[in-house]
């Protein structure tokens, strides 16, 4: 009988060619699961603080989600972690595609790099062969040729992790991409494997998840399943105009969208997160025009944002896309005929960061933008912050012409924009002045651009303003991953519904309903119980839409069936909290303080914008980061875990780590 988990990691010295598997204590995954709670856990350990996250002492982890394999539904998600050049602390990205059951069936749980080859590598895992493989072949070509190749080489059931040229030029927004396009952005993890001269991953194994009680998993399943496609019948009578009507009444009577777990999912299974660009553009959800904007103004659904949402998109779309084990298949494989062959739809990220961001309202170029970003395994969120900021400062003449090799920057200039995405992607001209991100953008340029750089702790801010939901920029700023939109936010505390899950969540009556969104009682510690959740969720590799679309998905039930334990929903809260804890104590260490993590006063509403959904709105942060901080049990003044805290997680070996 199997636990869920493999029991085992393997460790690549890169330097010296050599490999290492290593058994994995039960109570390692008793106490962080597996995914980034597992990878924090073991970096943590063999990982010195204050190293140079590019240089070969640096770990580098790819890990699979403890329910990967198991026959749970969504739990498709793998994550690359290690230190984030681009943040400095703890970093992460996660991902779904095909890649997070391939780390399991080659043996494994997680596999770690460290040292650096002098010359390009990948990594091939073939049945119970491994070896380091020369890439120099690889090096200079795309994600998706990378992978293709790699394909072609070693048969169709090989399953390939990459960096694109972005990570090879060690870009500090690029990340590392699988199943054709699809990336782990986040954190600028693909510079770090770039810095190793590590090309790919290329595992082709058929090792078996062995689960405790296989049955009980995939009777769980099938009853989510069923209550999550019991009214599919609906998703026929949906259209993108009812979206664009949404958001005009909700701009009206400036509410929160009720977004409840239902109206989510049948928005995700029709048109993927394409299908909320219109509607967040109007609500002011959508930051617009490098967050000096407001939609309805500037991009307005009737005339503009229409054209880069919903239906607009779906029209090119050719069939579904599914991650693996997924039964929603938000993604979808797109075609523009005699132009694009086959392209990953773009996400809402992806519309919003280079439509109302930029006011760019030309979709064919966002889908081409997309499908350069994916294939050089470049951030489109961090891409597209740090164009706003460009334009920004073309428009201010801190740049110019000459700095930007003749191109003329102005807002809603949809082929400017496309030859810039060229110019970061060969990091060439001004690209070399922009491929490191915004906050690096804006130290090279000086004058004072820093102000109008969007981003928390280096971090470009995702498309969620938190001017109109405080609950994001709470998660932007106080996470150990700073400016990450998946973590938490009143709308997650609207879709995941957890106060019918544990009682230490108040009713989200009692947190005056989510309407008044800028009354900051008890709304930290909600976030904080939420966002405990969410760690879980990603030690589990599940997607976090599985948690947002109604059904009741049974987390708990499926870890105890898949592992043996018997664990409470609220024990399980407590394994999330754990590992946020971890994960910053890895930040603490690395001498990272509350007032590093926080975002552009801009971003804050300083000064409070004059128009649109989210005039005049200031919220109060330092209270809500505070409050989030005390339920967590860290510093609320310095972020740094309590002793008590330490103790009452079990992980007070931390403690002599992290002194000040
Ligand atoms: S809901 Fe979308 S992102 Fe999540 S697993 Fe399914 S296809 Fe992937």
Request: hydrophobic share 35%; proline share 4%.
């Amino acid at each position: 009988m199997g636990k869920g988990y493999m029991g085992k990691v393997l460790f690549v010295d890169l330097s010296r060619k050599s490999f290492k598997q290593e058994d994995v204590p039960d109570e390692l995954y008793e106490n962080f699961l597996s995914g980034y709670g597992l990878a924090a856990r073991i970096i943590w350990e063999r990982q010195k603080p204050g190293i140079d996250p590019l240089s070969a002492g640096a770990h580098l982890g790819f890990a699979s989600g403890l329910l990967t394999g198991t026959g749970a539904l969504f739990a498709g998600r793998w994550m690359v972690c290690g230190k984030s050049p681009l943040t400095g602390g703890w970093g992460d990205a996660n991902c779904g595609g095909d890649f997070a059951p391939a780390i399991k069936q080659a043996g494994y749980d997680a596999i770690f790099f460290k040292g650096k080859s002098k010359t390009p590598v990948y990594l091939l895992v073939d049945g119970d062969r491994m070896s380091l493989e020369d890439a120099t072949g690889l090096w200079g070509r795309d994600a998706i040729e990378t992978e293709k190749i790699l394909k072609e080489k070693h048969g169709k059931a090989a399953r390939v992790a990459c960096i694109g040229t972005g990570g090879e030029k060690m870009s500090l927004i690029s990340g590392v991409v699988n199943a054709g396009g699809r990336i782990a952005a986040r954190s600028g993890l693909g510079a770090v494997m770039g810095s190793k001269k590590l090309k790919a991953l290329c595992l082709r194994g058929e090792q078996k998840v062995r689960v405790h009680d296989r049955e009980e998993v995939i009777r769980l399943s099938r009853d989510f399943r069923r209550r999550i496609h019991r009214d599919k019948r609906v998703d026929g009578m949906l259209s993108g105009k009812l979206v664009g009507l949404m958001g005009k009444v909700m701009k009206k009577f400036k509410t929160q969208p009720a977004m409840a777990g239902e109206l989510f999912k049948y928005t995700l299974r029709v048109w993927g997160t394409s299908g909320i660009t219109a509607m967040s553009a109007e609500t002011g959800d959508s930051p617009v025009k490098n967050w000096s904007g407001a939609g309805y103004v500037d991009f307005p659904v009737g005339t503009r944002s229409y054209k880069v949402s919903d239906d607009s998109v779906t029209r090119f779309e050719v069939k579904k896309y599914h991650c693996y084990s997924c039964p929603l298949g938000c993604g979808g494989i797109c075609s523009l005929p005699g132009d694009i062959e086959e392209t990953h739809k773009p996400e809402y990220e992806t519309l919003c960061a280079f439509g109302a961001l930029l006011l760019v309202d030309d979709l064919l170029s966002i889908f081409h933008i997309n499908e350069k970003l994916n294939r050089a395994g470049i951030d489109s969120i961090s891409c597209g912050v740090t164009i706003a900021w460009a334009i920004e400062a073309f428009e201010r003449g801190l740049l110019t012409e000459d700095d930007t090799g003749g191109i003329r920057l102005s807002w809603g200039d949809a082929s400017a924009v496309n030859k810039l995405v060229d110019k970061i992607i060969a990091g060439e001209g001004i690209g070399g002045l922009l491929k490191d991100g915004v906050k690096k953008a804006a130290e090279r340029l000086g004058k004072g651009s820093d102000a109008f750089a969007i981003h928390a702790g280096g971090q470009e801010l995702p498309m969620h303003d938190p001017r109109y939901d405080a609950g994001y920029g709470v998660a932007y700023e106080v996470e150990p991953t700073p400016g990450r939109h998946t973590i938490a936010s009143y709308t997650y505390l609207d879709l995941m519904a957890l106060h019918k899950k544990t009682h230490r969540m108040p009713k989200q009556s009692k947190l005056h309903g989510l309407k008044d969104r800028f009354g900051v009682e008890g709304k930290g510690r909600a976030l904080a119980i939420q966002s405990s959740f969410t760690d879980v969720i990603n030690g589990c590799g599940l997607c976090l839409f599985s948690i947002s679309i109604g059904g009741d998905p049974p987390v708990a039930g499926w870890i105890n069936a898949s592992t043996g334990w018997n664990k409470t929903f609220d024990e399980y809260l407590e394994i999330g909290r754990r590992i946020k804890t971890l994960r910053q104590a890895f930040n603490y260490r690395e001498g990272i303080r509350p007032g590093d993590m926080e975002m552009t006063k801009r971003a804050r509403g300083i000064p409070p914008l004059d128009k649109g959904p989210v005039a005049g709105i200031v919220p109060e942060f330092q209270t809500l980061d505070k409050d989030y901080r005390k339920a967590m049990g860290w510093s609320p003044e310095t972020g740094k875990p309590l002793d008590s805290t330490l103790k009452e997680l079990g992980i007070d070996y931390l403690a002599g780590e992290i002194e000040d």
